[in-house]
């Protein structure tokens, strides 16, 4: 049996070991259109913020090491063009020029998200830069060390505008960011988002809502981002508004979409043809607390997805819950965490949700060094089930997110979680951790 | 209707202020025999390594806080000698050496757990200290502002020992533990307790299994601890071998006793007297693992349970899961967290565990600042459930317990454990959250 796998970044490449470990004998040929594969994506703004470190230690393994240590026919510089679903084959163009098509048995789409770039003048200058593939990060990379940059504009507030604030900062460029929609972080309860606009105010970090930009172009010195009522001079402008599926090349097949334009799976990375698996960030998954499709790209599912998909094709069932949308950045001090849905998330998959948002200390009464922390729950007025939590503080926020989707996964109710067993010592929590006091005041709404 | 509290530390005071809320008409007397009432006992070694610091900062809120601002009948100095249950009375003197007696409708014993001291020669000498009330506290504060204390010996290494081991050493005293099993801390496995070891070697504090003391002396310029084979000269020695549940008083009334002499409660907080309950580190606890009861004293539950005594009493039912085991604690650098069972405890409520520790990293690939972590999991064979795990770190390692505690409320496999939507952000964790890779590694035992 033959498996293809378009993709070797995370999905493709859990997906290609793991399926090469199930069945030893089974013939992979993994086609990745770039010469990067298996990367920390993720690390990279942490990377450009230090100009000593090589782009090229977020490698977790080369192509090289995958060919010759685990024996996969990893085909670098092969871009795939088409898929004929009917005729089990896919062919495209590699890096010298010529074509190449395959049949297969199974095929697996993990070809991941794209930046979103809009078709805006000057939007495609070679100062204006997105941050997705490690290519962008080298190119980023080598921009500021080639050219004279002292100012930035970051197009986008998500959690990359925002690391890429930070990473900036630190290299002692000026950043502006600006965004459209007049809310700064849309998805947060407004207190906390506040807090990490004060965090971005105290670090010298211009927020502009509301700025919608029209053109870039080009001038003396650099570049000018212009907005109706602003204009904003840079060196270096990073568009970061978000990502789409890369999924064009399947509408010629005629797969079911899902959210955004992502490849719809099942809970075994099925897709509408029995042929044809997606794992990674092209594809849709199920959200446990609504059991809705959802498109949240993210890393651990895009590893988790491929190795399942692996399994699925090679006769080990693996069947995945889904996501509980669980993610946290960090911006300058602050730990931002979420898990679950948000007020208006709720709403709209068809809850009655109530909040409650509580300030605690990160550590015991009294103990040095105490930290506020902002915990917002939320909960399903009619079943007092827990539908979401967010969780902002200096200290702890992170990992305590975890508790929260472990939860949503169990399908906890709002009593169950206030009954938890958590951990407390002085110098790391109060005796009633932050969880457990916003659980029992929502209670509260709800009896 | 009265209801009689003895003990207003966390579970009474918990009780007491819950219970009024509740029931303003409620007649509450709550006697406790010294004259401290709710304070954060767990922050005394913390507050003992800063001289400048006054141990009263400990105090959450004071007797006289209770009383006016919340119109609480509490007598402090009133130690309670008699339970006379069949007269619904109890009787006791008060520090001026009157006898005192009330009649009750309710009784909640709260009355906490002592420290252990056995009965060996000088082992009641003044320089000889335990760490449990705040009194306690003063006294060693006292001792070492007044006395010239440049040795300490600590008997025992659980929690109390380990972090009164790091609390002198700040103050720049010369530390010696002993203890007379030779495993270091015996419920850990065995890895991570050597690096515990290891962390308290490299901050040069004596540790020293195997040695049972016989008694204490005193010599010139201070105490002579005495083992067998070995002696040290110090000028303090602390104790801190366990507690036990305070339920002596218990014992004339003929109420059922759980593990360790603790006072036996159902999920009400009720006794087998219908009359008395009982909260707090005096009493016994459901283990959510194993259904069966345990004696696990720590502040959460305390706090926990005296609330729910006060809501059963005044007649909102309140039912209580149980305890994880939930416990963390900081040695120096390292953190260390467990919840549920180790592999004796398992095998003694009659699973078939198996067991995986796996070493992984806090950060992502090439993050800088990137520290080991030690996390174990242990489930069972038979059913595949998650039955406990322990992790250690310098990071990241406390709160993620917390993720492992939920599973065991909700009675996770490891397969669905494996599944959970953890966080990931370069800064804070792998891809692959460690509780993520050592579930997998585990599974592999089992399937």
């Given at each position: 049996m033959r498996l293809v796998i378009i993709g070797a970044d995370a999905a493709g490449m859990s997906a290609a070991s793991r399926a090469k470990r199930?069945?030893?004998?089974?013939?992979?040929?993994?086609?990745?259109?770039?010469?990067?594969?298996?990367?920390?994506?993720?690390?990279?703004?942490?990377?450009?913020?230090?100009?000593?470190?090589?782009?090229?230690?977020?490698?977790?393994?080369?192509?090289?090491?995958?060919?010759?240590?685990?024996?996969?026919?990893?085909?670098?510089?092969?871009?795939?063009?088409?898929?004929?679903?009917?005729?089990k084959k896919i062919s495209g163009i590699d890096r010298r020029g010529n074509t190449f098509s395959f049949n297969y048995d199974k095929l697996l789409i993990a070809t991941g998200a794209v930046p979103i770039r809009p078709p805006l003048p000057g939007f495609d200058l070679s100062g204006v830069m997105v941050l997705k593939s490690l290519d962008d990060g080298r190119r980023i990379k080598e921009y500021l060390k080639t050219q004279s940059v002292t100012k930035a504009v970051i197009i986008g507030m998500g959690y990359i505008a925002l690391e890429m604030a930070e990473s900036l900062k630190s290299r002692g460029i000026e950043v502006s960011m600006v965004k459209p929609r007049l809310r700064f972080i849309p998805w947060m309860n407004e207190t906390m988002s506040a807090h990490i606009r004060k965090e971005l105010d105290s670090h010298d970090v211009g927020v502009h809502t509301g700025v919608e930009v029209e053109r870039i172009e080009e001038v003396e010195g650099g570049l000018r981002v212009i907005a109706k009522d602003a204009e904003f001079d840079a060196q270096i402008v990073i568009l970061a508004i978000g990502v789409r599926p890369a999924s064009n090349l399947v509408k010629e097949v005629g797969l079911e979409l899902g959210p955004s334009q992502s490849i719809s799976v099942d809970r075994k990375m099925r897709t509408s043809d029995p042929h044809i698996y997606a794992a990674g960030d092209c594809a849709d998954a199920y959200h446990v607390v609504t059991g809705q499709k959802v498109w949240i790209p993210l890393a651990l599912r895009a590893n988790r997805s491929g190795w399942s998909a692996?399994?699925?094709?090679?006769?080990?069932e693996s069947i995945l819950d889904g996501v509980a949308g669980t993610a946290v950045f960090k911006v300058f001090d602050l730990q931002v965490a979420r898990t679950g849905l948000n007020v208006e998330e709720a709403k709209e998959a068809g809850f009655e949700p109530v909040e409650r948002m509580i300030r605690a200390s990160t550590r015991a009464h009294a103990h040095p060094g105490s930290a506020p922390m902002w915990a917002q729950m939320v909960a399903d007025r009619k079943t007092g089930s827990l539908l979401g939590a967010q969780i902002l503080s200096t200290e702890g926020a992170v990992?305590?997110?975890?508790?929260?989707?472990?939860?949503?996964?169990?399908?906890?109710?709002?009593?169950?979680?206030?009954?938890?067993?958590?951990?407390?010592?002085?110098?790391f929590s109060p005796v009633w951790d932050p969880l457990l006091v916003a659980a029992h005041q929502l209670m509260k709404k709800i009896s």
């Open positions: 199930n069945d030893p004998e089974l013939d992979i040929r993994i086609l990745e259109k770039t010469e990067d594969v298996s990367y920390s994506a993720c690390g990279m703004p942490y990377n450009i913020a230090d100009p000593d470190r090589l782009i090229e230690d977020l490698v977790v393994r080369h192509a090289k090491v995958f060919k010759e240590s685990q024996g996969l026919d990893l085909r670098t510089g092969h871009r795939v063009d088409i898929i004929d679903s009917s005729g692996a399994d699925n094709i090679t006769g080990r990992h305590r997110i975890n508790a929260v989707a472990t939860a949503l996964h169990a399908k906890m109710t709002l009593t169950q979680f206030a009954q938890l067993d958590f951990a407390y010592a002085p110098p």
